[in-house]
């Protein structure tokens, strides 16, 4: 095993006794730390499996083919180059060791280990399948860039499949698009895909994308639990008059290449024959609550999300902080909002602790509100006791989105796509790459075929 | 198998007697003729392996982290959505059958033939490795958008590697770039090389990337060998100016993860170690080719090119015309102009068939011109007997390649993001997806490192 010990020679040489601060993840609540530190004394060294933080929001417009990834994917060591107290360093990390304070973390094989002084955990959330992990190759879920990618190669190749394909069932199946959850994600995805359904109306000959099947499904007795009623209603309202078939109470039993099995009594939607499924339905803690909680002796929740202090440390662990969608704490939600004020509550317990002043206070969550946009036009939006919906809730979504957008080059860019995609009414963004997994698995559900495809001396490229 | 039989029935019922047109590939020569038949009494069926049109002049822009891939990949069906006579299909030709004139082809495993009354086999040419297809995964090429994103994904990876690397000689090897081949591409990745380094400079903490070593490896005696001299000599200093070693007569011998190995007199070249090479030497025509060639009796040139009547028509096949980099005429250069050029002569020719004049006339390649940067203000360009460098010469480019990018709507794209790039001296686009090579091909290479990886108890996220 080849170990790499940088951290030990070459960062801290200069630096050797200044406090060293560990940040596992750069989304929206580790960046909001390493930010908030920027002038105090202080050694941070941010650690992220990929290279760029994400703005999970709009990853559904990636998938729909309005933005690249590049408009919501900023590379993380830029946004932070001129924080001259910052490293940032690419890798997953494998394990804690809160006796010793370093983390392990694993970079294409290659490991090194990190001294901390403290360490904020803000490794957020995956998609659950709620103890099936196997729907996930023909549901793809929508928390990163490769999922998004994904999404778009099979929503873009469902098309391509209807548009040669004679048998009117099999083209009906690559027209049927079923989106798994009825949060704000499930309902701007659906809306999405009944716009870009539109929207490439006159790309095809032989078929009409309009009249693609678009259909939400969701376990539980209302869609978007967290907004008052009226909200949901109109929401409802709006979704149905979009085209959209929207089934509460259906439970997913199986989910297979050509379609899904839920336990409804209607037997018409017993068996939904869909070759496009998109899983919105959950999110699951990160591995790393599971390894924190094991060594210090903490709780999970039943979402596998660390149980802290008040003031969002591990129990037993002052040093340690778990925050964003990481961290339970007083049955706070899983938002951006919650992760970035979680972390500016950690970053000023950092430098007051520094400044000597250990005294413990809770964090206190404010919530700024809620929003989701429905299609063009439609949105709806909590702000306290104010409920807005309909075009004025979907400017106010626009421009929150906007201002929220971390970097500057990002928001311009977004912001010139949103212009092309709005006035064009197009989708630029749709490139299907080879890599794409669109292919290879209706391959793998139909073993003949894939015989054939294989076999190289009848292939000829085009 | 799965028979899909959809063009005889649905696509020709409306237009029974309809001349029809196929066409293979949707690159500069194919969509040229597609888009001259406009006005023309006939059905035009396009097919292309992939969903876009590829302005692959662009491509080392994509691998470089200026543009997104969608800025350069126009769907097709969007840029001939307006034209009523032309079908786009996404599938693979497998087979040409010339007596009974139909072609066959498939999309993930799905198969249907295609009838044709005149078809055009516009094909294109791949990377080629002279015999070594084992050196792909080592170096890949610049064709295609997965090649550019598996190119960004290596070049961006390695500087991260770079940064959390503490052995000397290992930092080197990942700050060590190979551009086997000094064409135009060539030449244009290694200067971006060269403007990456410096523009992510300020990114780092443990290494200055402006420090990696850039080579640009040829096995002939000169580089840019279709320019005139004087241009030659002045890209070589401009290149040698910009710190880019140049190594001329040097054959490699073979590729491997950690480096090459070239035939080299010098000791010092014999073994180069560098973790990214970037395949820019040569191409070879599809595949197709041979098919077409081996059902015609016709005859290949040494790049796998068919060779042609002077009309770009196969022997003893005056219905079937083989354009652009697949077709063998006159010793033609393999670029956009002579695919474009062939292509209109091709559409030309069926337009005059179609009112009865069959009258054979010989294709003539009238040169515009070529053009290479080299790095921003720099670059060559040839218009007849006219020639240009510096800053003229990198103004015309720009100007020439904007108006030549098929799509208003990419036009523009581009020439935001260039915009972005240009006064922010930033890479916006360099999302490393976990799909990416970079990573697989480390383990592969170390199989103690890679049992470590995918031992998942030890692992978490992060």
Chains 1, 2 share one sequence.
Not at 118 to 124: C, D, K, P, T
Not at 258 to 283: F, H
Not at 294 to 307: C, N, P, Q, T, Y
Not at 316 to 343: C, H, K, N, R
Request: with cysteine; glycine share 8%.
């Amino acid at each position: 095993m080849k170990q790499s010990t940088f951290n030990k020679t070459d960062l801290s040489s200069s630096h050797i006794d200044r406090h060293r601060v560990v940040i596992v993840g750069g989304g929206f609540g580790g960046l909001c730390v390493a930010k908030e530190l920027r002038r105090a004394d202080v050694n941070v060294t941010l650690v992220d499996r990929t290279n760029h933080h994400l703005f999970q929001p709009l990853l559904y417009q990636v998938a729909t083919g309005i933005l690249s990834e590049g408009a919501i994917a900023a590379p993380i060591r830029d946004i932070l180059q001129r924080q001259k107290n910052v490293q940032v360093l690419l890798g997953e990390v494998q394990d804690v060791d809160l006796k010793t304070r370093h983390i392990t973390i694993d970079t294409i094989g290659f490991r090194s280990e990190i001294q901390y002084d403290s360490l904020i955990v803000a490794a957020g959330a995956k998609q659950s399948y709620f103890g099936h992990p196997e729907f996930a190759q023909y549901a793809p879920g929508m928390k990163t860039i490769d999922h998004a990618l994904e999404l778009r190669g099979r929503i873009f190749g469902a098309f391509e499949m209807a548009e040669r394909e004679a048998d009117p069932e099999a083209r009906r199946r690559w027209l049927t698009f079923v989106v798994i959850g009825g949060g704000p994600t499930g309902v701007e995805v659906a809306g999405q895909l009944v716009e870009l359904s539109h929207s490439i109306k006159r790309n095809y000959r032989n078929i009409d994308p309009s009249e693609a099947r678009i259909i939400i499904l969701d376990a539980g007795p209302e869609m978007l639990g967290s907004f008052p009623e009226v909200l949901r209603r109109r929401t409802e309202s709006d979704l149905r008059e979009l085209g959209i078939e929207i089934h509460l109470g259906t439970r997913v039993k199986s989910v297979d290449e050509l379609g899904i099995l839920t336990d409804s009594t209607d037997p018409n939607l017993q068996r939904i024959e869909a070759a496009t499924k998109i899983w919105a339905a959950g999110v699951q803690a990160s591995p790393l609550g599971r390894i924190l909680a094991e060594k210090a002796g903490a709780e999970l929740d039943r979402a596998g999300r660390v149980k802290v202090e008040p003031d969002c440390t591990l129990p037993s662990y002052p040093e340690v902080f778990v925050i964003g969608d990481l961290m339970s704490l007083q049955q706070l939600p899983q938002l951006a909002q919650v992760a970035t004020q979680s972390g500016h509550h950690v970053a000023q317990t950092i430098i007051r602790r520094l400044a000597g002043d250990r005294k413990q206070r809770p964090f206190r969550y404010r919530d700024l509100g809620s929003m989701a946009t429905i299609s063009k036009f439609r949105a709806i939006g909590v702000i306290g006791k104010l409920q807005f919906s309909g075009f004025i809730a979907w400017v106010m979504w626009l421009v929150i989105h906007l201002a929220r957008l971390a970097e500057f080059k990002n928001r311009l860019a977004v912001l010139f796509n949103w212009a092309i995609s709005f006035f064009s009414n197009s989708r630029p963004h749709r490139v299907i790459t080879s890599q794409q997994v669109f292919g290879r698995l209706a391959l793998e559900a139909q073993p003949e075929l894939a015989e054939v495809k294989s076999s190289p001396s009848s292939k000829a490229n085009s």
